[in-house]
């Protein structure tokens, strides 16, 4: 009998930071423009509380469950109700 070894590091998900790639990269953007945009030392302070809450929530949405935000987008494509179609192919 053969076996063939699965590596963890193809089946794991890529994340920054400890949260998901793409919700830490556009939180990081929006604190940056938020922080830098002002020009004032409010906005930079605002920047940096939304920069760490926002990491805090990625983070804790990662160790509940690393695929949470692929699971809600695919969630909010889905409709509420789906109409009763045949195909052609149908007799």
């Known amino acids: 009998m053969r076996t063939v070894v699965i590596h963890e590091s193809l089946n794991r998900k890529i994340l920054v930071m400890g949260g998901d790639r793409e919700l830490v990269?556009?939180?990081a953007l929006i604190a940056i423009v938020l922080g830098v945009g002002?020009?004032?030392i409010i906005s930079g302070i605002t920047g940096v509380v939304f920069w760490v809450a926002s990491l805090f929530?990625?983070?804790n949405m990662a160790k509940k469950d690393p695929q949470m935000?692929?699971?809600w987008l695919r969630h909010r494509k889905q409709q509420a109700?789906?109409?009763a179609r045949s195909t052609p192919f149908s007799k």
Do not use: A, K
């Open 81 to 83: 109700y789906y109409p």
């Open 25 to 27: 990269m556009v939180s």
């Open 69 to 71: 935000f692929q699971v």
């Open 38 to 40: 002002g020009t004032t």
């Open 57 to 59: 929530i990625f983070q």
